[in-house]
C-alpha cells in the first residue's frame, strides 16, 4: 500500500498557520504533488457541526471533559472520511491542527493534563500520527493581538478560546513548547517572529528535505 505524507501546523490562535498553510499547499501543486487541505475542527459535515458548536462562545457552560470528547469525535470522523483515504491514495495531507492541539489547550489550557489526552489519541486515532508538525510560535502577545484582530474582521461567532484571559493562553504556550522538547523529530518549531516569506521559505526547505528523506529512491 502506497502511504502519503501527513503534515499538520500548530500554534496558537493568529500564529499564522492557516497563512503558511496555504502558501504550502500552492508550492507544492505547483510541483506536481497531489495535496488535500484540512482543518479541525472541521473538514467534514459532521466536523463542521461540531466546529459551530465548540467554538460558539454561547456554549457555556460547557465541561472539559465534553470539549475533550468533541475534539476527538470531530477527529475521528475527519481521520475515517478525509484523512486516512488521502494516505492511502498517497496524497501529501496538510491539517490546520491535530492531536498537539488537544493536548495544549485541554490537557494545558484547560489543565487536563497530557496523559488523558494521549490516552484517548492512542483509542480515538487508531495511532496515527503526523510525519511532520511545523509548531509556529511567534512572540506570545504578538499572535494573540493577530487572532483578536483576525476575528474583529469575521462576522463568524468563533470566539469562544480567544475571550479564555491570558494566563489559559500561557498554559497552551507552554505545553506546545513542552510537545516540541519531547518529541524533536517530529516536531519542529518555527520562530514565527519573521515575515511569512521568510517562514514559506524555511518552511518549504524542510518540507522538501522531508519528502525526499520519505520518498524511498526507485
Ligand atoms: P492562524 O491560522 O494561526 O490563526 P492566520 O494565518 O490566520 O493565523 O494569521 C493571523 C493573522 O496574522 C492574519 O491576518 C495574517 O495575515 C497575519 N500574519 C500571518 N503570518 C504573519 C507574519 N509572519 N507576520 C505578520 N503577520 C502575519
Ligand atoms: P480555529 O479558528 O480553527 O483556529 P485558529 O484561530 O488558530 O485559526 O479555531 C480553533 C480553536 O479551537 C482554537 O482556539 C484552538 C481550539 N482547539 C482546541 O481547543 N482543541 C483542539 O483539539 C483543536 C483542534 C482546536
Known amino acids: 500500500m502506497s502511504r502519503g505524507f501527513f503534515l499538520t501546523f500548530e500554534g496558537l490562535d493568529g500564529s499564522g498557520k492557516s497563512t503558511q498553510l496555504r502558501r504550502l499547499a500552492a508550492y507544492?501543486?505547483?510541483?506536481?504533488?497531489?495535496?488535500?487541505?484540512?482543518?479541525?475542527?472541521g473538514g467534514t459535515r459532521i466536523g463542521d457541526r461540531i466546529r459551530a458548536l465548540i467554538l460558539d462562545s454561547r456554549t457555556e457552560p460547557m465541561d472539559a471533559m465534553t470539549e475533550l470528547g468533541l475534539m476527538f469525535s470531530d477527529r475521528a470522523q475527519a481521520i475515517?472520511?478525509?484523512i486516512r483515504p488521502a494516505l492511502e491514495a498517497g496524497r501529501i495531507v496538510l491539517c490546520d491542527r491535530y492531536t498537539d492541539?488537544?493536548?495544549?489547550y485541554q490537557g494545558g489550557g484547560r489543565q487536563l493534563g497530557s496523559e488523558v489526552v494521549l490516552?484517548?489519541?492512542?483509542v480515538m486515532c487508531?495511532?496515527?500520527?503526523?510525519?511532520?508538525?511545523l509548531l509556529l510560535l511567534p512572540?506570545?502577545?504578538?499572535s494573540l493581538a493577530r487572532a483578536r484582530r483576525r476575528n474583529g474582521r469575521s462576522d463568524k461567532d468563533e470566539n469562544r478560546f480567544e475571550t479564555e484571559d491570558q494566563a489559559f493562553h500561557r498554559r497552551v504556550y507552554d505545553r506546545y513548547r513542552a510537545i516540541a522538547?519531547?518529541?524533536?523529530?517530529?516536531v519542529t518549531v518555527i520562530a514565527?517572529?519573521?515575515s511569512i516569506e521568510a517562514i514559506h521559505r524555511q518552511i518549504i526547505r524542510l518540507v522538501d528535505e522531508k519528502l525526499r528523506a520519505a520518498t524511498p529512491a526507485s
Open 139 to 142: 512572540d506570545f502577545n504578538r
Open 192 to 194: 514565527g517572529d519573521q
Open 80 to 82: 475515517a472520511e478525509v
Open 181 to 186: 522538547a519531547r518529541e524533536p523529530a517530529r
Open 101 to 104: 492541539s488537544t493536548e495544549a
Open 28 to 41: 507544492l501543486e505547483a510541483h506536481g504533488h497531489a495535496v488535500t487541505v484540512t482543518r479541525q475542527p
Open 126 to 133: 487508531g495511532g496515527l500520527n503526523p510525519d511532520l508538525t
Open 119 to 122: 490516552r484517548m489519541h492512542a
